[in-house]
């Protein structure tokens, strides 16, 4: 529960309700960070303005957004170069035909342009409206909104847990302990009565530390306390457990979640930078063009002048028309996208950049959340002779209610059942994990502690722990019939599958750290009064610890290839005297000022020897449905997966490998942890000599090698097949991105589900956000937002492949359009001495580019080589996009021979064939250019379908029912001869022809990958 003021107005100070305990979070004007102290309950006492409590997704604001949009577009050479070319027009001796021919398609371009980018802004603008605009008063379930200090909580302890996935990427939870002042007052209530304030250091990048105080000035004498990172409330974590109430002491952009993620940037294709490219080798072709032609003409009269008409009247070469017909196909491409059945709740974010996902080499995906559901299930027992899985557990849970049955008789050997038996006690006893049970619906806040109402049947009890793998193992105890029912600090209960209770004392407790992976307990039965020190850890931490044996190795090699994270769990009974001992050793080591971690861990380890080896168990951290399939379909599409995570390197390796990111027969290398320069050395001279093998490398040992060695350690990673980064904080999840495009200019995706990996998704060339149960942080800042992990596989191998294939064709097809009359205009102006007068006027030019031709090269993007089906059964298919070759220097130069060849063609034969009059020359190869392009569209396509039949007859229906209101440029009567007919049929042939020849036989020879699986 938080207390939080609406958006709208200021909270009112109410002497007894919550309200009055958050501050006024107003603020307006510049944004800089400083220390804070906050009242309790006395908001006036505020006197600083801080700022509000809202997230912020949009690029632009009102102010802003024209000048941004209109300098992301003139950034590109192309519109530039026609802002330029459509001002000149205004200068009378540089003025060639109508202001509209250049003006319309500009203002067209620039329309469609901002109200597409309008229409995205709008859409961020509402979704971040719906998010801030949440009122908060209690938060049952909900992520905190916003930094605070823990006051208060319904737990006896004085202490919850939180969720942090959402933060660091972590599954544990967190026990977070509340300030013990406030937590001591008798009600509620009288939160509102003491005098009392937080001091806060100024907002800082670093999730894991906090520094500040409380005081409480009306007791005598005064109250201080220190505040540290274990008594704060981060924003976007979740309360896991009971009810807590906190002062909120930063929000907006000063929360720790906020400062962790970057701005969004604007994204580019690389499509877009290549036709850029284009554009301006075709302006220097201009040029040239524009040059030879003064040059031949002799540099008579004024020649600079007529050298910049040359250039307005060649300036179709580039043709403006393709900006527009590339957002149009981008839009396109996005409805598909969003309509696609197969991949349902898919939402386009960023309408510009589709065809990257055509493009990508590098994929950098999270871990919770995005691989895996982050839900624990107990797969598999393990006693040494025998082992029980999924399909077992009936036989375990049969031998628990033998053993609890039966009367204890005397023990000759140990058989199964009692080895099961002991097992199962160890794995009940051994952990950290508290039952808790709701309290009934109606209790009152003041009776927060009454028990009465408690409800203590089995429906009702939920378990809580900092690690879901441990509640696991208790919830499979539970299953098989013995029962964790109650525990508090000194003691807890198990229940039998005959319904008895039986308590053991709680001794001692050694917690799990990351340093000894392992935990261990010691207990006191309370029937007996035997003493049992029960362990559970890793592996590697057990093997030396448990007796010789020759099994647990090679079983837990198995569990883990499996993706199944092991825990070897052990005891050690020990006697009265031995205990008293060992204890007394314990609180001495506890009091010792010098090393005494060291003291209190050697006095542990004299116990952790010769223990008795129970059983391994085995439990699964459930992958989302179909991740193998997708990580192996990715993989041989050519993308090298890169996983990162805030997770432990454990538990990060297991996954991997259960994914199958790591294949079977590939060897893992785990970078040590090194923290100088020398350690960093040597460790990757020892990488170096690796071959083929998976890179799991922490977050710390990462930075000092980047540090050092940053080019040699990504020149390395690079080669790797699969690479792990464990322990990454949010913002070196987006470093690793810049690194890899800096390093390899290779296209990158991330793909990621919480706000920690909101700055990798916004740093990638294309982000995709995975909408799940953990919030829609991921899925609002990212370009793609997609419902499964699955679903990237169609996206990728389908969508993305053929956005990139039909932009590539598009692009292409626009220039020639823009060659193919800028050649004709070159022959005649040549023909005709050299003047610089154009050959088409006003409406046929404007017509060309638009009513004419539009609609069948539109229709390209509905084209595609190969069905979806056989583009998700060959992703091999996608490996070819990645080297660039549909849209490269190579077939731009084959288009533009292909546009002089017909240019030529079709004026040298309309000024052939022509008899008396030059109108008749316009008309002939007007018609004849038309029929072309149709006639090229057709050659184009390899699929077709049935809209663009309609848009190739809908164009000629166009141009011919226009010839009879062009009479300004034709002559009516010639048009309707015969001799017409033949004379534009023959140039049309001669033009297009050879070209379908050499396409029938480029087929038959040198087929494309893609049409052999089609035939």
């Given amino acids: 529960m938080c207390n939080w003021p609406r958006p709208d107005q200021q909270p009112v100070h109410q002497p007894q309700s919550l309200n009055g305990l958050v501050l006024k ?21 505020c006197e600083e303005k801080y700022p509000k409590n809202a997230i912020k997704n949009q690029k632009y604001n009102i102010f802003t957004f024209i000048p941004g949009v209109l300098y992301e577009q003139f950034k590109f050479f192309l519109n530039l170069y026609f802002l330029v070319v459509s001002c000149s027009q205004f200068v009378p001796a540089l003025k060639i035909g109508y202001l509209y021919t250049y003006w319309a398609p500009l203002g067209f371009v620039l329309t469609v342009t901002v109200v597409r980018e309008a229409v995205d802004e709008f859409r961020r603008y509402k979704r971040d409206k719906e998010m801030n605009s949440q009122l908060y008063s209690k938060l049952t379930n909900q992520r905190i909104p916003s930094d605070m200090v823990f006051l208060r909580t319904s737990e006896k302890t004085g202490s919850c847990f939180i969720r942090t996935d959402q933060l660091d990427g972590e599954t544990d939870w967190k026990l977070k302990v509340a300030v013990s002042c406030t937590q001591r007052l008798p009600a509620l209530g009288d939160l509102f009565s003491i005098n009392a304030y937080v001091y806060a250091q100024k907002p800082q990048l670093d999730i894991h530390s906090f520094e500040g105080t409380f005081t409480r000035e009306d007791s005598d004498p005064a109250v201080h306390e220190s505040l540290s990172i274990e008594n704060t409330l981060w924003a976007s974590t979740v309360v896991a457990s009971g009810t807590v109430i906190g002062v909120v002491i930063y929000t907006g952009k000063e929360t720790r979640s906020v400062m962790n993620t970057s701005n969004p940037k604007n994204k580019v294709g690389l499509l877009d930078l290549e036709l850029n490219q284009l554009t301006k080798a075709l302006f220097l072709a201009l040029v040239a063009l524009s040059v030879v032609m003064v040059t031949l003409q002799g540099f008579v009269g004024p020649w600079y002048r007529n050298l910049f008409r040359f250039l307005l009247l060649f300036s179709y070469i580039i043709p403006i028309s393709l900006r527009v017909n590339l957002d149009m196909g981008k839009a396109a491409y ?9 991949i349902p709740g898919t939402v386009v974010r960023t309408s510009t950049i589709p065809e990257e996902l055509g493009r990508l080499v590098y994929l950098l995906t999270d871990k919770t959340g995005t691989l895996t559901q982050n839900e624990m299930v107990f797969k598999r027992l393990h006693l040494g002779t025998v082992s029980y899985g999924t399909d077992t557990m009936d036989e375990i849970q049969s031998h628990i209610i033998n053993s609890y049955s039966q009367s204890s008789a005397p023990k000759v050997r140990k058989s199964v059942s009692s080895r099961i038996h002991e097992a199962v006690k160890a794995i009940a006893l051994c952990h950290n994990v508290t039952p808790v049970y709701e309290s009934r619906a109606g209790v009152s806040a003041e009776t927060e502690y009454a028990e009465v109402d408690q409800d203590f049947s089995d429906e009702n009890r939920t378990y809580q722990a900092s690690s879901p793998d441990e509640v696991a193992l208790v919830q499979w105890t539970e299953s098989v019939g013995l029962t964790l029912v109650n525990r508090d600090l000194t003691s807890m209960q198990l229940k039998t599958p005959g319904g008895h209770i039986l308590t053991y ?14 935990m261990g307990i010691i207990v006191r039965d309370e029937s007996s009064g035997d003493i049992t020190f029960y362990m559970k850890g890793a592996d590697v931490a057990m093997s030396t610890i448990v007796q010789y044996n020759d099994w647990l190795e090679e079983e837990c090699g198995n569990m883990a290839r499996e993706g199944l994270r092991t825990l070897v769990v052990a005891k050690k009974s020990l006697t009265e005297e031995q205990y008293q001992d060992f204890e007394s050793r314990y609180n001495q080591a506890k009091l010792s000022i010098h090393d005494r971690n060291l003291k209190v861990a050697a006095v542990v380890e004299s116990l952790e020897r010769e223990m008795e080896l129970l059983c391994l168990t085995g439990v699964e951290d459930q992958l989302q449905a179909d991740v193998r399939p997708t990580l192996e379909m990715l993989r041989n599409a050519g993308i090298k997966i890169w996983m990162l995570t805030g997770d432990k390197l454990e538990t990060a390796t297991c996954i991997a490998k259960s994914s199958h990111l790591v294949s079977r027969t590939q060897d893992i290398h785990i970078f040590r942890p090194v923290a100088t320069r020398g350690e960093a050395h040597l460790e990757l001279n020892a990488f170096r000599r690796k071959h083929d093998c998976a890179l799991v490398i922490s977050g710390d040992s990462l930075e000092v090698c980047l540090k050092y060695y940053e080019h040699e350690f990504v020149e390395l990673a690079c080669q790797c097949p699969a690479v792990v980064c464990c322990r990454c904080s949010p913002t070196q999840k987006a470093h690793i991105v810049k690194l890899l495009q800096h390093h390899t200019g290779k296209r990158t995706c991330a793909i ?5 990996d909101v700055s990798m998704i916004q740093a990638a060339d294309c982000g995709i956000g995975i909408e799940g149960k953990e919030g829609k942080q991921a899925s609002l800042a990212a370009d793609f937002s997609i419902t499964q992990f699955k679903h990237i596989g169609r996206l990728l191998m389908v969508h993305g ?16 359009r823009g060659l193919i009359i800028s050649t004709m205009q070159a022959v005649f102006s040549s023909v005709f001495y050299f003047a610089s007068v154009p050959l088409y006027q006003g409406f046929l030019m404007v017509g060309y580019a638009t009513i004419y031709t539009m609609f069948p090269v539109f229709s390209l993007v509905l084209d595609q080589d190969v069905k979806p089906e056989m583009a998700l059964l060959y992703p091999e298919l996608y490996k070819d996009l990645t080297k660039g070759r549909s849209l490269s220097f190579k077939t731009f130069l084959i288009w533009v021979l292909i546009s002089i060849y017909q240019g030529g063609i079709l004026m040298y034969g309309a000024l052939l064939l022509f008899e008396s009059e030059f109108v008749h020359v316009v008309a002939i190869s007007f018609t004849a250019l038309i029929l072309t392009e149709l006639l090229m569209v057709a050659l184009t396509i390899r699929t077709w379908h049935w809209l663009m039949v309609v848009a190739e007859f809908l164009s000629l229906g166009c141009y011919v029912a226009s010839l009879a209101f062009l009479n300004e440029y034709f002559d009516v009567a010639f048009i309707t001869t015969v001799t017409f007919l033949w004379k534009v049929s023959a140039i049309t042939v001669v033009s297009c022809l050879p070209l379908y020849i050499l396409k029938y036989l480029k087929r038959k020879f040198s087929p494309p990958s893609y049409s052999k699986l089609t035939s």
């Fill in 25 to 45: 979070l107003r603020r307006q004007g510049s944004f800089y960070l400083k220390a804070r102290t906050v009242w309790l309950g006395c908001p006036e006492k």
């Fill in 334 to 342: 996005g409805w598909m996208i969003m309509k696609d059945d197969n």
């Fill in 505 to 518: 004392y709680i001794l001692q407790i050694f917690p799990f750290t990351s340093e000894s992976k392992r």
């Fill in 752 to 756: 990621g589900d919480g706000g920690n």
């Fill in 801 to 816: 492949r053929n956005s990139y294939k039909r932009s590539a064709a598009l692009g292409q097809f626009v220039m020639h």
